[in-house]
């Protein structure tokens, strides 16, 4: 059974930085790549950045480019996400997530992603 355990959430003030964690369990992924995505209050889930299996190519939504940083461990079946310089607009629950086809390239559509975590909540007060 695949599971996507995910931490690093909290609450921090503007300007403050978090690193989410999620590792994945019950089946190696270092040949799919990988994402994040999120979901504001009352908003659909979109887009925050992916990164391919081999870690050579990241994308990142406009939003958090230059200040989000996606990287994976293969070894340790995880992706990270380093989020600096955060905005109160970042507030919302984050998701991993892992693309169910094996090499295929790196994508921002979220219906390519069939293996979820759980979320995990990230508050930005200003």
């Known amino acids: 059974q695949v599971q996507l355990v995910q931490s690093g959430g909290g609450l921090v003030q503007a300007g403050d930085s978090l690193r989410l964690s999620c590792t994945a369990s019950?089946?190696?992924?270092?040949?799919?790549?990988m994402g994040w995505f999120r979901q504001a209050p009352g908003k659909e889930r979109e887009f925050v950045a992916t990164?391919?299996?081999?870690?050579?190519?990241?994308y990142y939504a406009d939003s958090v480019k230059g200040r989000f940083t996606i990287s994976r461990d293969n070894a340790k079946n995880t992706v990270y996400l380093q989020m600096n310089s955060l905005k109160a607009e970042d507030t919302a629950v984050y998701f991993c997530?892992?693309?169910?086809?094996?090499?295929?390239?790196?994508?921002?559509?979220?219906?390519?992603?069939?293996?979820w975590g759980q979320g995990t909540r990230v508050t930005v007060s200003s």
């Open positions: 997530a892992v693309d169910s086809e094996r090499f295929r390239p790196a994508t921002s559509s979220v219906l390519a992603y069939e293996y």
């Open positions: 990164i391919s299996w081999s870690g050579d190519n990241t």
């Open positions: 019950g089946r190696r992924f270092s040949s799919n790549a």
